[in-house]
DNA sequence: CAGGGGGCTAAGG
DNA sequence: GCCTTAGCCCCCT
């Protein structure tokens, strides 16, 4: 029983599970997803999304609740875009609320 | 097989 | 607020 057959799955369907206008952390989604200590395999398979994706990448945030990508690059003007466009609001690089993390 | 790195996290200085 | 250390786990050189 090796558990990386699909660890994946199990993110990315616990990915698809978040509701609109919530966000979480990596660590929460990988723990919800039932692989504590997979907060950085979210990341990097979040990265491996295709640009066209379906899935709501731009809900996860960081612990800090903050976007995870430079300031001001591309990705993060994308996520932000994405979050705000669900009502989530930002105080400077910090996203309020959240009922989740 | 060893090394380095990544949309991470928590704890310290 | 910033940077470093250490732990975590998978993937590509």
């Known amino acids: 029983m090796t558990n990386t057959p ?3 799955a199990a993110i990315l ?18 723990k919800a997803a039932g692989l504590p200590g997979y907060a950085r395999q979210v990341g990097n ?5 295709p640009h066209d994706t379906q899935l709501p990448w731009h809900r996860i945030v960081n612990s800090q609740r903050k ?11 994308e996520q932000r ?11 400077g690089e910090k996203i309020l609320i959240t009922q989740f993390l």
Do not use: V
Not at 13 to 30: E, M, R
Not at 84 to 91: C, D, L
């Open 6 to 8: 699909d660890y994946k």
């Open 13 to 30: 369907q616990q990915l698809a599970s978040i509701p609109f206008g919530k966000t979480c952390s990596y660590g929460y989604l990988a």
């Open 45 to 49: 398979i979040m990265k491996s999304l």
């Open 67 to 77: 976007i995870s990508f430079p300031i001001g690059s591309e990705a993060y003007l």
């Open 81 to 91: 875009r994405r979050l705000e466009a669900e009502g989530i609001e930002f105080k």
